[in-house]
């Protein structure tokens, strides 16, 4: 009997937990190429309920000594952004399994790269909220919300908004015990898929990772013996595969 119980407790939990929206940003990190101006981002809704987003933009600004914050966007009366990223719309109301988008529109001068915070946070519609529904429907949707447990989960993604004139320039500095790539150029290039693997065993591997090296910053790891490093490096629309042995 207990069994039975603890069987039904987890049913009903299992039900509750994953009632509500549950929205995929798709990737995390987003380029805007020096020649475009706008970028489509797509939302996803894989829940059983829809999906109300706040999308919050704010600039990531680097100290002297290179630690990031984030800072609001300044924006003019009329709310748009006089210099920086902006998202339109920047209320979306995503159906349950369903799909929205949302244009991210730089304005600003392009003289050099720019780094910015994208968050979609889903919300119970309030009327300050400005979403297109009525005191009705609100009701509606924060009762039927009620009826389970509902984790809304937020996303928060990164958005590089290259130069105009991008250029690419990175210089490897390789030794037998040490390799090092230094970003010459203007704008972001990124080791992706980076994995260290055993030379005698091809299953051994480490965690495989993403970095992105900003423009005048270095990437380098140390070399181990009887190791093999595999990695990608892109630069803008270039991809090269690249293998380290060290022996």
Known sequence: MKRL????VLFVCSLTVQ???????GTVYDYLDGDKST????IFNSGDSTAFVKVNVLEIVYDTDGTPKEIPV?????GASRNGLMASPARLI????????????????????????VRFVPVVPEKEDEFAVSGEEREDYKKNL???VNVMTGF????????????????????????????????VVIIDEFKSCSLSNESECG?????????GKTYAFDKEKGREYRFTLIEGDSKKNLKIVSR
């Open 5 to 8: 119980l603890w069987v039904c």
């Open 19 to 25: 009632a509500g929206p549950q929205i995929n940003v």
């Open 39 to 42: 970028y489509l981002k797509r």
């Open 74 to 78: 300044t924006t003019s009366a009329g």
């Open 94 to 117: 995503v159906p349950a399994q369903g799909m929205q988008g949302t244009r991210l529109l730089y304005m600003g001068e392009r003289d050099r790269e720019r780094y910015f915070r």
């Open 146 to 148: 009620s009826a389970g």
């Open 156 to 187: 928060g993604t990164v958005f590089f908004v290259r130069p105009k004139d991008a250029r690419f320039e990175s210089v490897v500095s390789e030794t037998d015990k040490r390799y090092e790539l230094r970003n010459n150029g203007n704008t």
């Open 207 to 215: 965690a495989t990772t993403k970095h992105h090296v900003m423009a």
